[in-house]
C-alpha cells in the first residue's frame, strides 16, 4: 500500500499496463519527454522507450485518427489529449468514426484504445480550458466514457479501459491531479460500468462524478453534522456503461435524489440519469429530482468567479437542505 | 421492363418529366436517353438501361410522379439486365403519384425477459400506477407516497401532508401507517424484498417456493380487497338442530346425499331472493343487482384455493344443487373448471366447519358484495325460553360486506332472511 | 484568377508508359480489373434508375485505371482504405460483386448485411479496412494501420485513396506530417478528378495540383500521373509500395482522372463545361488500354470475351441479390458494442 497522487496514478496506471501488454502504446502531444503538461506521464518514455510512448506534432485528429488505425490493426492504443475541451478539434473521431465503425462495418472492426483527457475546471484556465466534456462524450452509441475521482480508482478503471474491447474516453479531472489516495500494491483492474456507494445514508441520494464526488462527500458529512440529513454519496464513476441498478437501488432507499455535475446545466450528464430515475422510480420518489449544476455560462477565468460557477460544497449543502425541509 | 421514377437525391419524393425524348413505338438501346425530369433539388436526363421497344408511357410531359412509379414500359429484345422483379421484396411498389413508395415495416423486436430493456424505448418503465398525484380534495401527493399508501392500506385523503406546500410525503404516510388506522402487517412484507425478507431467516434451515399462477393471483387479487373493499362483518349463531335432522332424513337409505353445505348453499340463495338489494356486484361507477342467486363456493384445491359458482341456485332443486356443487368441486381439485365457471357471481360461501373452526371472517371476493364464513356445527347450551338450559346444534357465520355496495342494515336484513331459512329448513324443499 | 485545369492529357511526370515493362499476364489481369469496374458502376446506376438501390451512391465511372493500377500493384495483407467513392477500390481488392451490390440493395447476402450502405464498404479478409464518409477522416486512420506495421516489424503498406477535395482539410496535412516524420509505409493516393463535388478544385486553391504542389511542405516528392493509364498507375504504385517496404516512408500520388458522373447519384453534374465529357470520353481508360494491348499482340475478341464473361458474372450477382431477401431486421441492435449488443446500462 503506498499513497500516490491522482497524477502518479495515471503513470503507474499506464505503466502497468505497458509492461503487461506490448500491444499497449501510447502517443500524445508532450507526453514522453516533457511527460505530460500536467505531469502526469513521467517515467513512462524511460521505462517503455520512444518507439512505444510517441510525442507527436500538435494535431489532435492525427491523434486519434492514428489510434484508431492502431486500434483496429492489432494494437491498443493510449491517445493523450491534453485538454478535454481540444476533443471539439478532433470530434470526427469521437462522433463519427470510434463509436459506429463496428456496427456500420457489421462487426468486422473493433477499436480497443483509450483517449485519456485533462477534464474540468478549477484552475483557472478560462472557458477554453476548463469544460467537463462527459456529455459532448456520452451520446453516442459505441463509445464508453469513464471519470475516476480517486488515485486508485484511475489505476483500476485504467487498466480497465485498455483492457477493454470497445473505445473508452478516460476524462481524468485536472483539478484532482495533486490529491492524494491509498494505492495498493500490485496490478489492480477495476470494472467498467460499476458505480461505488461512497458513503451510505436513508435520506437522499448524491450522484457526482469527477472534482463533484470529494464536494459531495464534504457535504454529505456537513448535511449530516449540522442538518441531520443522512446522505448516500454515489460515485457514478462510469457513465457508458451506466451501473443504473446502484443508482436506482439507492433512490429506492431514500426516495430522493441529487446529481452534482461540474458542466453547464443544458444536457449535462445528470440530465440523462434524472430522466432514467424520473421513469423507472417514479413511484420511489418521494419529491422531485434535482441537478445541481454549473449554470448556463462558459466558465470564467478569475478565481472569484469560477468558483461560483462550479458547484460548491456550501450550495450543495444548502440545494439539499432546502429540499428535504416542508 | 419497367421504367421507373428514379430518385434522384436522398430527400426527393417525386419528380416532374418535362422532356420525352421516345415516343411509344420507338426502339430504344441501353444508354438511350427516355425522357427528362425536374424535382426541386435537381433536373436531370434519364436513359434506358435496357434495349427494347417502348411500349407505352404512363406519365406524360409536365405531370409529376412518385419516386418509383412506373412512368413507361419497354418491351425488352433480346438479352437485357435483369430488370426488377415482381416479387421484388424491397417494395419499389410501382404506382401514381400521391405517396412515395416507402418500406416501413417496423423491424421486430426481439423478445426478452420482463428484465431486459426495450432497446426502442431504453426504459423499464413502471408497469403500474398509483393514483393521481392531486387527490380529489385538493392535496398533493409525491408518488413514493402514493405507492406506499396503496400497499399499506393507508386511506391518502386521511393523512395530514408535511412536505412543501402541504404535499403528503412517505413520512406521512409512514406515520398514519404506525399509528394504527387500517394499516396492516403486509406493509412490512411487501416494501421487503425478497433479500431482505431471506436475511431475516438465514440461521433457519427453509425451502424456497415457487409462486405458481394460482398463487400469485390468489395474492394480487386478495391484496387488492382487503385494501380497496371497505369490509365490514355481521356475526350471528343460529340453531340447526333441524336443519342438521333434515338433512339425516334426506340421506336415509338413499343413493343422493346432500351436505350441509349444500343446504346453506341453498339457504343463502333463498336468503338474497329475499334481500335482492343485496344480490348486488360492485362495478366501479354504478351497481349490478343480479336476479338469479349464483353463489360461489370456496373449495381448496392443492396449492390454493377456487370458488366455482352455482348457476341459478335459488331455483335448482337441491338435489340437482348437490350434484352440480360435486362436479363443481370435484373440476376444481383437477383444475379443470372453465373461467366461466369461476368467475361472476354475488356472493360466495366458505366453510371451515370440517377443521373445527368456530367462526372466522373472510375477504370479499370482488366484485362479489359479500362472502359468508361458515364454521363448524357444534353442541352448545342454549338457554330456551323458559329460562331452563338446553343443549343444541349451533353454527356460527360470519358475513363480510363491501360496504360501497351493501349497507349494515339491508346486510343485517339479508342475514336475518338467511336465519329464518337454516333454522326453518323445509322451506328449502319447497 | 485560379488556374483553370485544363482537361487537356495530365503531364506525366512519373513513368513514361511507353517504356514500362509489364508482364502481359498482369496487364491481362489490370483489364479484367478496369471491365469489372466499370460494368459493376455501370450495373450499380441501372439498380438506381430501378429504384433497387436507394440512399446515395458516388460512382467512379472514369476514374477505374486508379482503382485497378492500385490493386494491382498490392499484396495479399495490404491494407485500403478508401473513401465514399470506394465500389471501384472494394471491388478491386477481389470482394464478390454479389457482396458489394447486395450492401448497395440493402439485402441481407450484402458485405455488412445493410448497415454500412454504399459509402462504407468494408471487408477485412480482402484487406479492404474500410470507406469513410468523411473527408479526410481515414489519412490519419490509414497513418495508424501503417505505424502498427512498423512497430510489430511487418511488411505490409497501407493505402490510402482520396479525392482532390481532401487536400484542404486538416486532417490531409496532419496526416502527411504524422506519415513522414515517423516515415510510416502508407501511401496517399489522390484522385483529382478536377471537381471536388460541385465545385471545380481549381475555383478554390492557390496552386495548380492540389495534392503534388503540398507534397514539399512534408519533405515528400511531387508526384502527378495520369490517372487514366492504368500501366503510369500500376508502376508508380510499385514503386511507391517498394519505398514504404524498404522503410523509406509514405509517398503522396496524384492521379489525374476524371468523373463520367455527378458527384452523387442526385447530381447530374450540369456544372460542366460543354464538351468537357466528351474530350475525357475520348482518353478513357479501358478505352486507351484495349488500344494498348492490341499493340501488343492481344485480340480484340479475346477482351470481349473478358467483358462477356464478367458481365455474365455481374448478371448473376445482380440476380443473386434481386431473389436474396432484404436485410435481417433482427441485426437492428447489434454489434454497437463488442458484447454483440447495444445496451449501455443495466
Known amino acids: 500500500m503506498a499513497e500516490l497522487t491522482y497524477r502518479e ?13 506490448e500491444n499497449v502504446v501510447f502517443l500524445g502531444e508532450d507526453i514522453a519527454k516533457a511527460g505530460g503538461v500536467f505531469k502526469a506521464t513521467v517515467g513512462l518514455l ?93 451520446q453516442f452509441p459505441g463509445l464508453k466514457v469513464v471519470a475516476p475521482s480517486s488515485p486508485v480508482d484511475v489505476v483500476g478503471l485504467l487498466a480497465a479501459a485498455v483492457r477493454d474491447p470497445d473505445p473508452v474516453i478516460f476524462l481524468e479531472h485536472k483539478s484532482l491531479y495533486a ?128 468558483d461560483l460557477a462550479i458547484p460548491s460544497v456550501s450550495r450543495v449543502v444548502e440545494t439539499i437542505r432546502r429540499s428535504l425541509s416542508a | 421492363m419497367n421504367v421507373l421514377m428514379p430518385q434522384l437525391g436522398e430527400t426527393v419524393a417525386e419528380g416532374t418529366i418535362t422532356k420525352w425524348y421516345k415516343a411509344v413505338g420507338d426502339s430504344v438501346a441501353a444508354g438511350d436517353l427516355l425522357f427528362d425530369i425536374e424535382t426541386d433539388k435537381t433536373s436531370m436526363e434519364v436513359p434506358a438501361v435496357a434495349a427494347g421497344v417502348l411500349r407505352e408511357i404512363r406519365a406524360q410531359n409536365g405531370q409529376t410522379v412518385a419516386v418509383g412509379a412506373i412512368v413507361a414500359i419497354v418491351a425488352e429484345s433480346g438479352d437485357a439486365p435483369p430488370g426488377p422483379l415482381e416479387k421484388d421484396a424491397s417494395g419499389t411498389r410501382p404506382q401514381l403519384a400521391d405517396s412515395p413508395a416507402r418500406d416501413s415495416a417496423e423491424p421486430a423486436v426481439s423478445g426478452g425477459t420482463s428484465r431486459a430493456i426495450d432497446p426502442y424505448h431504453g426504459l423499464r418503465t413502471p408497469e403500474k400506477n398509483f393514483g393521481k398525484a392531486r387527490l380529489p380534495g385538493g392535496a398533493r401527493t409525491t408518488p413514493l407516497a402514493r405507492r406506499l399508501a396503496l400497499e399499506s392500506g393507508i386511506e391518502l385523503a386521511t393523512v395530514q401532508g408535511s412536505g412543501p406546500r402541504g404535499r403528503v410525503v ?135 384455493l377456487v370458488t366455482p359458482i352455482v348457476r341459478n341456485a335459488d331455483t335448482r332443486s337441491l338435489l340437482n344443487l348437490a350434484n352440480e356443487l360435486a362436479g363443481l368441486i370435484a373440476r376444481a381439485r383437477e383444475r379443470k373448471l372453465l373461467a366461466s365457471e369461476y368467475t361472476g357471481g354475488s356472493a360466495t360461501v366458505s366453510n371451515l366447519g370440517m377443521y373445527g373452526v368456530r367462526s372466522f371472517q373472510a375477504i370479499v371476493n ?12 357444534e353442541r352448545r347450551p342454549i338457554e330456551a325460553k323458559d329460562g331452563t338450559l338446553r343443549a343444541t346444534t349451533m353454527l356460527s357465520v360470519s358475513l363480510s360486506v363491501d360496504h360501497r355496495a351493501v349497507d349494515g342494515a339491508t346486510a343485517g336484513k339479508l342475514l336475518a332472511a338467511f336465519r329464518t331459512i337454516v333454522e326453518n329448513p323445509l322451506r328449502i324443499l319447497l | 484568377m485560379a488556374n483553370k485545369l485544363a482537361p487537356s492529357p ?36 441501372d439498380l438506381f434508375l430501378q429504384n433497387l438501390i436507394k440512399g446515395t451512391s458516388h460512382l467512379s465511372l472514369g476514374q477505374e485505371a486508379v482503382a485497378a493500377g492500385a490493386a494491382a500493384a498490392m499484396q495479399p495483407g495490404d491494407l485500403s482504405f478508401c473513401t465514399y467513392r470506394g465500389h471501384a477500390h472494394t471491388l478491386a481488392r477481389g470482394v464478390p460483386v454479389e457482396k458489394v451490390l447486395g450492401e448497395l440493395m440493402g439485402r441481407d447476402n450484402g458485405l455488412m448485411r445493410g448497415k454500412g450502405g454504399s459509402m462504407h464498404l468494408t471487408s477485412i479478409e480482402h484487406g479492404v479496412m474500410g470507406s469513410y464518409a468523411i473527408i479526410g477522416a481515414h489519412l490519419p486512420i490509414a497513418c495508424g494501420a501503417a505505424w ?21 482539410i486538416g486532417a490531409f496535412h496532419e496526416a502527411l506530417n504524422f506519415a513522414a516524420y515517423m516515415k510510416l509505409p502508407v501511401v496517399f493516393v489522390c484522385e483529382n478528378n478536377l471537381y471536388m463535388e460541385y465545385t471545380p478544385i481549381a475555383d478554390v486553391i492557390p496552386v495548380k495540383h492540389p495534392a503534388a504542389d503540398r507534397a514539399a511542405a512534408y519533405g515528400l516528392d511531387r508526384i502527378v500521373v495520369d490517372g487514366n493509364d492504368v500501366d503510369v498507375v500500376y508502376q508508380t504504385m510499385s514503386q511507391a509500395f517498394a519505398r514504404a517496404r524498404a522503410g523509406k516512408g509514405p509517398s503522396l500520388i496524384e492521379c489525374l482522372t476524371y468523373r463520367y458522373s455527378g458527384h452523387s447519384r442526385a447530381d447530374p453534374a450540369k456544372y460542366r463545361p460543354a464538351g468537357e465529357l466528351d474530350k475525357w470520353k475520348e482518353l478513357d481508360p479501358i478505352k486507351a488500354y484495349r488500344k494498348r494491348l492490341g499493340s501488343l499482340g492481344v485480340q480484340n475478341d479475346k477482351l470481349d470475351a473478358i467483358d462477356a464473361e464478367i458481365l455474365k458474372l455481374i448478371d448473376d450477382a445482380t440476380k443473386a441479390c434481386q431473389a436474396a431477401p432484404p436485410t435481417s431486421t433482427d441485426i437492428l441492435f447489434t454489434d454497437v458494442y463488442a458484447d454483440g449488443g447495444c445496451a449501455w446500462r443495466n
Request: aromatic share 6%; proline share 5%; glycine share 8%.
Open chain 2, 170 to 304: 412517505a413520512a406521512d404516510v409512514r406515520r398514519a401507517s404506525l399509528s394504527g388506522g387500517s394499516a396492516n402487517a403486509t406493509m412490512t412484507s411487501s416494501e421487503a424484498s425478497p433479500d431482505q425478507i431471506k436475511a431475516l431467516y438465514t440461521s433457519t434451515p427453509y425451502r424456497e417456493l415457487k409462486l405458481d399462477n394460482m398463487r400469485k393471483t390468489i395474492a394480487r387479487r386478495l391484496s387488492e380487497s382487503k385494501q380497496q373493499v371497505p369490509h365490514f362483518y355481521l356475526n350471528a349463531d343460529f340453531d340447526v338442530e333441524a336443519l342438521i335432522a333434515l338433512r339425516k332424513e334426506i340421506n336415509k337409505g338413499g343413493t343422493n346425499r346432500v351436505s350441509v353445505n349444500d343446504l346453506l348453499v341453498k339457504a343463502y340463495a333463498l336468503a338474497m331472493q329475499e334481500v335482492p338489494e343485496a344480490n348486488v356486484v360492485w362495478a366501479g361507477d354504478r351497481l349490478l343487482q343480479l336476479e338469479r342467486s349464483d353463489i360461489g363456493v370456496a373449495v381448496a384445491v392443492p396449492g390454493g
Open chain 1, 179 to 306: 490529491t492524494k489516495g491509498e494505492v495498493p500494491d500490485g496490478e489492480i483492474v477495476d470494472r467498467l460500468g460499476v458505480a461505488k456507494i461512497l458513503r451510505p445514508g436513508k435520506d437522499a441520494t448524491i450522484l457526482a462524478l469527477g472534482m463533484m464526488v470529494p464536494r459531495a462527500l464534504q457535504a454529505a458529512a456537513t448535511l449530516q453534522s449540522e442538518h441531520g440529513i443522512d446522505c448516500e454519496v454515489i460515485d457514478v464513476r462510469s457513465l457508458v456503461p451506466l451501473d443504473t441498478q446502484c443508482i436506482l437501488g439507492s433512490v429506492a432507499r431514500t426516495g430522493r435524489v441529487f446529481t452534482v455535475e461540474e458542466n453547464p446545466r443544458q444536457l449535462g450528464w445528470g440530465a440523462e440519469l434524472v430522466s432514467i430515475i424520473a421513469d423507472e422510480s417514479f413511484y420511489d420518489l418521494d419529491g422531485p429530482p434535482i441537478r445541481i449544476t454549473t449554470p448556463n455560462i462558459p466558465l470564467p477565468a478569475a478565481d472569484a468567479l469560477e
Open chain 1, 9 to 21: 496514478a495515471v503513470a503507474r496506471g499506464i505503466a502497468q499496463e505497458m509492461a503487461r501488454d
Open chain 1, 46 to 138: 524511460e521505462q517503455f522507450g520512444p518507439k512505444r510512448v510517441v510525442d507527436t506534432a500538435i494535431s489532435e485528429q492525427a491523434i486519434l485518427g492514428a489510434a484508431m488505425g492502431a486500434a483496429m490493426t492489432g494494437l491498443k492504443p493510449i491517445a493523450e489529449i491534453m485538454f478535454a475541451d481540444f476533443i471539439a478539434v478532433c470530434y470526427d473521431y469521437i462522433a463519427n468514426e470510434f463509436p459506429k465503425t463496428r456496427y456500420m462495418t457489421n462487426g468486422q472492426v473493433s477499436i480497443p484504445l483509450v483517449v485519456r483527457c485533462g477534464n474540468g475546471g478549477g484552475a483557472r484556465f478560462g472557458a477554453q480550458h476548463s469544460q467537463s466534456v462527459e456529455n459532448w462524450c456520452m
Open chain 2, 366 to 377: 370482488p366484485p362479489q358484495a359479500t362472502i359468508l364464513a361458515v364454521g363448524a356445527a
Open chain 3, 10 to 45: 495530365p503531364t506525366t511526370i512519373h513513368g513514361q508508359s511507353d517504356a514500362i515493362e509489364i508482364p502481359l499476364t498482369k496487364r491481362m489481369e489490370m483489364y479484367r480489373l478496369l471491365s469489372l469496374l466499370r460494368q459493376s458502376e455501370q450495373r450499380a446506376y
Open chain 3, 148 to 168: 502498427r506495421a512498423q512497430y510489430k516489424g511487418h511488411k505490409d503498406v497501407s493505402v490510402c485513396f482520396f479525392g482532390d477535395g481532401t487536400t484542404n
